[in-house]
């Protein structure tokens, strides 16, 4: 085999252990040995494999993740809402069907929220499905002390009606690149959930303009932005409901 | 709770397939949520696989399927011409590479295409092989192959700016006068 048919096989880094014994590459590695050069080049290639794949090593797991796993937490929220769209999107095609037979009689337009209404919405998706939570603890403290030292989150304030009920658990959500906390509590054995994510990602043409009250489905809901956050408070009820718990 | 296989499952695969997440999506709830995800499958569908040493591989390819089904986009595989990396790549020195916040190399990674980012991920953070990273892809070896030596020109092109300023930021003493005798 010549030196550059050898590069060619090697150039992707050094074949691993079930490789190792395909004949092109035991000729490859043959021909890196006999070939000075070419073999200076394999191994300069070995040692950044071995420098990538240590620094790719290095990536930190969440402390809270095995105990979750062992504990049976499999079930991933973000998976089965897009499962759950997925089948909205079936039943949405069906009723566009439907809704072009009735076309002449069909006169709203159908409108799409942004910006905080789009993040109520989904929130109030995700709570509708099997979500898991990262650490359960009744203890407000020990939900921040996770947050803060597994998200770096801990610039907020939690309202003084939440702030004096029993924890439940805590997670992060993602939603369109952005960080959300999730503290849930109890009150009078009704389960409130506490949303906030940092306003500094949001443009100011899409924060609520003050305190906003809001019914999604079965979610009462409240939003309000003070000036490090935006925040959003819902749970399974009406606004008179939600509105006793704060 | 978990059942005992399960949890020695978890014990032996959690990490690396967090790390495997981490390095498709630079997001640490997303990574653990593909992580639950993947076990949460492996739990209901284990049945399914009849060779235990199939267990890692067949974990991660549900992992990958898992994160293309959440990019909810169409994930094509056109094929590559196999070609020869040019030569006039930024050299970087495996030292240098060692010294970099994992962050940045994080980073780097996450702004590579997905065809080159999952191949490089693979093959750096579990040691498999081109043939197993085929199989895991459904793709060719010479596909493999050539994914790779084309991520790893990108990651490094990416990454050489950061390990040169690394080293601009080290200011280097002055050279001592030597003593007039």
Redesign the interface.
């Given at each position: 085999m010549d030196p550059?048919r050898a590069?060619?096989?090697l150039?992707?880094?050094p074949?691993?252990?079930?490789?190792r014994e395909?004949p092109a590459f035991v000729e490859a590695l043959a021909e890196a040995e006999a070939d000075p050069a070419l073999g200076d080049w394999t191994r300069?290639q070995q040692?950044?494999?071995?420098?990538?794949?240590?620094?790719?090593?290095?990536?930190a797991?969440?402390a809270y993740?095995?105990n979750?796993?062992?504990?049976?937490?499999?079930?991933?929220?973000?998976?089965h809402r897009?499962r759950r769209r997925s089948w909205l999107a079936a039943a949405a095609s069906l009723a566009i069907l439907v809704g072009l037979a009735t076309w002449q009689w069909i006169s709203t337009p159908v409108v799409q929220p942004i910006g905080f209404a789009a993040l109520r919405a989904d929130l109030c998706d995700f709570l509708a499905g099997d979500f898991?939570l990262?650490v359960q603890s009744p203890l407000l403290e020990r939900l921040q002390e996770h947050l803060g030292a597994?998200?770096q989150f801990t610039n907020y304030a939690v309202p003084a009606a939440l702030a004096g009920q029993r924890g439940v658990g805590c997670?992060?959500?993602?939603w369109q690149g952005r960080?959300v906390a999730l503290i849930c509590f109890t009150s009078n054995g009704q389960l409130v959930h506490f949303f906030i994510t940092p306003r500094s990602t949001w443009p100011d043409e899409e924060l609520p303009l003050a305190y906003t009250h809001e019914q999604v489905e079965e979610w009462a809901t409240a939003g309000w932005v003070d000036d490090l956050n935006v925040y959003l408070v819902a749970t399974r009820g009406t606004p008179d409901m939600l509105a006793s718990l704060l | 709770m978990a059942s005992p296989e399960v949890e020695l499952v978890v014990e032996e695969h959690y990490q690396k397939l967090f790390r495997f997440a981490m390095s498709l999506v630079n997001n640490a709830s997303v990574a653990a949520d593909l992580t639950q995800q993947t076990f949460y499958i492996y739990a209901s569908k284990r049945g399914q696989i009849r060779d235990a040493s199939r267990t890692k591989a067949w974990l991660f390819t549900t992992l990958h399927r898992e994160f293309i089904a959440l990019k909810r986009k169409e994930t094509r595989h056109p094929e590559y011409e196999l070609m020869l990396v040019e030569d006039d790549l930024p050299s970087i020195a495996p030292e240098a590479l060692r010294n970099l916040d994992v962050k940045l190399v994080l980073r780097a990674l996450e702004e590579l295409d997905e065809r080159f980012r999952v191949p490089l991920a693979l093959y750096h953070l579990d040691d498999l092989s081109y043939r197993e990273i085929a199989e895991l892809l459904e793709v060719p070896i010479g596909t493999v192959m050539s994914r790779l030596a084309r991520g790893r020109e990108h990651l490094f092109r990416r990454l050489h700016p950061e390990v040169v300023s690394q080293h601009t930021n080290i200011i280097s003493l002055p050279t001592p006068v030597a003593a007039l005798s």
């Open positions: 550059q590069k060619f096989l150039q992707g880094g074949p691993r252990a079930g490789d395909d300069r040692h950044l494999t071995d420098a990538l794949a240590g620094k790719l090593n290095e990536i797991v969440p993740l095995k979750h796993l062992l504990a049976g937490g499999f079930v991933s929220q973000r998976t897009f898991q990262e597994e998200h997670r992060m959500i993602d960080q | -």
